[in-house]
């Protein structure tokens, strides 16, 4: 079988490889650190990552950073494979901005993980594709970020 030309993995992906591990490295030394220089720390991490965001995608993203500021400041904010992220107490992702630029796709998208208490029934979306925000959808994603992180689970 002959070896394929292609790369493995888009420079995109390698990209994001790349910042996870030197995520990881900071949450690392992040746990030696008080709770609030983690989350000074861990605000500019994120507050970087917007401003390098142009086009569409950086005001969807501070917008986000805004609501979960406002509904859910228990949140700790930290980057996540290169991208604005809000974590719990237990460091764990609860949901993230994935901007459009990024992977070069149609649509940014706002993405709760397995950390966010969204259940609901046997079936409940996770993802929310995002090309503007109008107070009708500021006030939904306000909603579904108080149900992800409800402050009583923060403790």
Known sequence: MAKSEEPTFSAEERAAMQATVKERTR??????????????EGEAEVLAKIAELDGEDRPLAEAVHR?????????IPRTYYGMPGYAGADGKIVLFFKPKAKFKVRYATIEFEWAAQLDDGDLWPTRYAVTALNDA??????????TAAPAESAA
């Open 27 to 40: 949450s690392r030394s992040r746990k030696k650190v008080d709770p609030e220089t983690a989350r000074r």
């Open 137 to 146: 959808d500021l006030a939904f994603l306000a909603e579904r970020i108080r």
């Open 67 to 75: 609501l979960v500021g406002e509904n859910a400041p228990h949140l």
